[in-house]
């Protein structure tokens, strides 16, 4: 670690794990960070609580409990770059203090929302599946593309309308798609915003020929599309699962999909790894996918961007703007775990 | 077939093969353009001959030398409804006749874009590829994405911008791309309106993390992405080959990708079907395609729509604007081989 | 003139008149043009008949009837900077021939474009109205706008759908506007391409809060708004005339104005220049133009470019793309007149 | 007034002032609004004491020091009708205690970049003074329109970038517009999400042919386009003001309109109403508006909606969304002076 003393350079508190340094600093971007700010990185809780009481910010998934904060007299900003906000945080005294809770979540809205396009555009053309047969030679030219949709003009739904939901949306722009959303925390204007038709759960599984599953899990979304859910989708429909297993009655989705009724790509299991004999393996109407579609180099990248652009907003006296800003309201219900 | 006879409606000789009529021809299609036109089909040189003195436009691949014409008195059309158009009709005539030759390539362009943003985010993404190895057990989470990258903002290269060109730079405008664009038979004004950027092909590749081929072919076409080519594009750049294998070298292409240089996904093969022990069924870095980019059997529906839009037009004696209209110039130029 | 002789440059024989030569050539433009061509600048009917034979272009709206055209055996094609295709062309002798009728209408669509948004935005805000009442010193702050709308969300009705059409459809794209077409020459299906909705006239009126006049003058168009088609639009509604004053029932436009009944921008006039004692040049509800949508410095330097281009093109065997292409069924419906 | 008494609603003050119930409420919103809340109107300062102590929400500019706050002991939120966030009200206690400070400015995002792109195009075309000449007999047709600039592919700048800069720059996007934004409040990262340039302040004022002054009024902001940066405007360039007079050297730039050195569309002023014989009056470079671009029915009757969107959003537990939420960090930076 470095020492922080005898200068004025505010103090940020660094330890990202599970992340790498390298793995979320670019090198230009840790010299300025290092440049700019006094970082500590602190791997041990002895060094970090002897540095908490002159630090400007931390940065990581450190726990921080109501009695560390009384001592973190100068923080101004708590900044998560794993990408779940977690209940080791007194979140409350952060909000009632003013210090900044930011995360990471932005960074993974733009790959998540490709690899979810990729994912539906795989299911409405057998891509995947096709490839296979090619290899195992017995692929069929042409005539063979029967159950094949196009995207364009396709009736879309996204259960859930973040930063996902609308960096996904603006990928379905050039696709002149119908777009339902079903996103109870939003309004209907907020939605239209975006041009896209806000509607309830049922009419939106209704209509939609792609599903896209994009939903955080919280206490109300566990479930949220269980079987009821699936059996009113369209007969063929294709279902696209990339925010998280648990809103999905997963078991009553493989069901479908071996039954033929419908066809699905996922990326998020109940369990991951998944158990070597799942019966999904070898199912043929699925896109198989490892917990693969946020976690590329460059995202990881983007957050040292993030931080730094955040840290010397707050620096300055300005609002963060960069990383995502925990709410009140929100911070305590997400339900993810954190990555293994 | 029925007979045309006692009545003024507009005489249309049809015999969609390869098609088949209720493969291009939604019912309500059929309905109005058999109410609005006496239509004849037409299986056999005779009756074929017997009607085209009558015929107002004929609907198929039919063969129409100089001598046919000169007894087609009141033809005012042509419309292929196969895709290319062949050698077998006397094109010089029907332009100097004011006969209308139209062609269907325009339903391929939106399958055939999707299909090619579909391949390209596979080849970013390794969807397929890890499929692939989950079916066999050894996927692995999150961390093994390293070869991952987005398209957002990256440089992109388009080999040819006819209708299959612009349907896909649409779709790519919300990923921002730098898209460079080669098509050596408009000027660099006619691109720069799409927010393209012409370039030289030798630019092009140089630049191009994922490369589209789009170009049919033409004498001038035929292997023009070579060797050097090849050679020239970004290491572990992504080649998706939609348009006519012949474009590209293709020997030379396998061996970069057997030899980890490249990634390519592969729509169309110099011969089809593929040799049951061809090399390529088995290399990693490959996506495998039989020729399934634009027949899908919403475009097929699209064609029959665009004819009766078109024949309608010309009988009202508007230009027709549905389907493509052959120039002169380029018609003799195709060397596309026919469905098989 | 430059003589045509002992050289292999095609022949281009150009007259731009009215356009001037430097008002229609960047410097760099007309060097290109001058060094790959050889063009004989032609003002009188003699010199112009000495080369014609040798011409493999003429650009300008010269006179050819059959009988020159007999004479202009290598001619391949006419370029017309002027903008209206007159009837002093034997046209059908060019399609037979498959000499190239191009005009330079394109050039208009941007300016005429960004024109026909600029009046509707004024008409909903009476922007130049309280430019007005504040130079009279009677503007009223803020609360005064009572009649404002917004141009965004609204239902908007485009008369006729061509290159202009087209682009103010595009401009129009971020208002997230309600686009009905009204354009008899193309199909529904070919409208909805462009995201518009295809419509009648009578649902087009009754439906726009802002009504576009786009079409073209020909037999069908004249007087196509006429009184009935004002009286169904919605009270208040914005009416943007930027094509011809013959496709609107003018005084009927202008009575309904004068009532308040109506608010309309009128940029084309039934003469030009309008009498000095006209009755609209003191209407509170116009927003007055003469003839100033299109005519703008930067499109008549876009002709040359668009002239060399398909020069260009030509020349190599290959079609022109930049120009606009006279079809044998529309060029002889045109009714504009030419530029005074 | 309506007492609060007898039952659960939670109870909302209201007291819109200067804007009127009518003005913000669609009959439609206010009897949702007074169905689901307990809607107390409160003109008088002993009313609102009485019942602050059980209000849910404050809806109005109400002062609220930090005694008033400390007897609003179940207040969630303070709704800011008015446009300005002004020093009457204790934001650090707010914000301390999870009140939400919300502000309608949203609203005027869309009607502000509707009228201030309405501005730019009628700089670029002359088209109010062309109107004028037109009442004055003074018109000239067609050719006279050599000042007339495309705003396709101009580069534009824009001197802040929030709310508005970001509507204003949706509008653009058709347009092509090289845009350079200069926003001192947001890192290079954030502006280049939005397609935009980020640049000094030189920088941009030496590229933009049309420049949008859209900056709040802050101590760093005043006079922040001073005589220096009109100068180093390109000749001829087009300067649109439509967020505060004190942003500009307001002298300064009326000099460089009288000197034909720039034009300028001006919507907000030092001083207003505009003295009588006030210079800016009788300039022929100018267009005239009396702060109407934002002010709008539409607008007005949106901020009804999005009170009623948040109120019920804080009631069930969620964030705010439709409203702008105040920060700790600009709250106080504001020195916009209240509607008059």
């Known amino acids: 670690?470095?020492?922080?003393s005898g200068n004025s350079k505010p103090v940020v508190l660094l330890s990202p794990a599970p992340r790498g340094i390298a793995e979320i600093f670019r090198p230009s971007t840790w010299t300025a960070l290092s440049t700019e700010f006094d970082v500590v990185q602190s791997d041990t809780g002895n060094e970090f609580d002897a540095v908490l009481p002159s630090a400007f910010a931390v940065v990581g998934q450190f726990d921080l409990d109501a009695q560390r904060l009384a001592r973190a007299a100068t923080l101004r900003a708590v900044l998560n770059v794993e990408g779940n906000f977690l209940p080791n945080v007194d979140y409350a005294t952060c909000f009632d203090r003013?210090?900044?809770?930011?995360?990471?979540?932005?960074?993974?809205?733009?790959?998540?929302?490709?690899?979810?396009?990729a994912l539906a555009l795989d299911l409405c053309r057998g891509i995947s599946r096709e490839d296979r047969a090619f290899r195992a030679g017995t692929e069929s030219y042409e005539r063979s593309t029967s159950d094949s949709i196009l995207l364009r003009d396709a009736t879309v739904g996204l259960i859930g309308f973040g930063s996902l939901g609308r960096a996904l949306r603006r990928l379905l722009l050039p696709f002149h798609c119908a777009v339902l959303v079903h996103d109870p925390w939003l309004p209907d204007s907020a939605l239209r915003e975006y041009?896209?038709?806000p509607a309830g759960l049922r009419e939106t599984v209704e209509s939609s020929t792609v599903l896209f599953v994009l939903a955080t899990v919280t206490a109300d979304s566990e479930h949220l599309i269980g079987a009821d859910e699936l059996d009113a989708l369209p007969h063929g429909a294709r279902v696209v699962l990339v925010s998280r297993a648990a809103v999905v009655d997963f078991d009553a989705l493989l069901d479908r999909v071996q039954a033929g009724r419908l066809v699905a790509a996922i990326d998020v299991w109940p369990d991951e790894p998944v158990a070597v004999d799942h019966r999904a393996r070898s199912m043929r109407g699925l896109v198989l996918s490892a917990h693969r579609a946020g976690g590329i180099p460059s995202a990881f990248l983007e957050i040292g961007e993030r931080v730094l652009d955040d840290l010397r907003l707050v620096e300055r006296g300005l609002p963060p703007v960069r990383m995502q800003r925990a709410s009140r309201e929100l911070v305590h219900r997400y339900r993810n775990r954190p990555v293994g």
Chains 1, 2, 3, 4 share one sequence.
């Open 195 to 197: 041009q896209v038709q």
């Open 1 to 4: 670690m470095t020492a922080s």
């Open 98 to 117: 003013g210090i900044h809770v930011l995360g990471c979540g932005p960074v993974f809205a733009a790959p998540v929302a490709e690899y979810a396009l």
